[in-house]
């Protein structure tokens, strides 16, 4: 399923490419069919690209959740050896 909205997004950016490209609206037909697939591949691609935003900050999140499990863990296992120490 990603490698499908991942080739989306790869004809997308073509598709903008294509359109910005001069002479593009010499020949109306194909003008109006590239406006017709960047229109419908629009909100795909903006729900897509949030989706990758949204699980990039989920993972970013855990990783630092984890980081921070670990130094409590280092820390608590230290503050057990000094007290047994003592």
Not at 28 to 43: G, I, R, T
């Amino acid at each position: 399923m990603f490698d499908k909205l991942d080739d989306l997004l790869v004809r997308f950016e073509e598709l903008l490419n294509e359109l910005g490209e001069p002479g593009v609206t010499d020949d109306p037909a194909h003008f109006q069919k590239l406006m017709k697939e960047q229109s419908d591949l629009q909100p795909i691609v903006d729900a897509y690209k949030e989706y990758k935003k949204n699980k990039e900050t989920i993972e970013d999140s855990l990783s630092m959740l984890e980081e921070e499990k670990d130094e409590e863990s280092k820390g608590g296992k230290i503050a057990a050896r000094y007290s047994r120490k003592r």
